[in-house]
């Protein structure tokens, strides 16, 4: 019975870190799938923010590299 009381609080355990290492992913962007930008623009100036991640989704950085490569196309970087 001792055996099975802990296994059950391990199992239980793990599930809980599981769930608040996914809530925390989640809150940081981890799972989102787009980017969104900000711009700010001076005199003839336009800057493009592409807010960034360590860890994210494949659909995320896919996202990345199409804009990216947009604003290349537009002539909005160097």
């Known amino acids: 019975m001792k055996?099975?009381?802990i296994i059950l609080l391990i199992i239980f355990c793990v599930g809980c870190k599981n769930m608040f290492l996914n809530m925390t992913l989640k809150q940081v962007g981890a799972y989102d799938e787009k980017?969104?930008?900000s711009k700010i623009i001076t005199n003839n100036k336009e800057i493009v923010f592409m807010p960034m991640v360590h860890l994210s989704t494949k659909l995320f950085y896919e996202?990345?590299?199409?804009k990216i490569d947009s604003l290349k196309r537009a002539g909005q970087t160097h």
Not at 63 to 66: A, I, L
């Open 63 to 66: 996202d990345v590299k199409n």
């Open 35 to 37: 980017i969104i930008l």
């Open 3 to 5: 055996k099975i009381t």
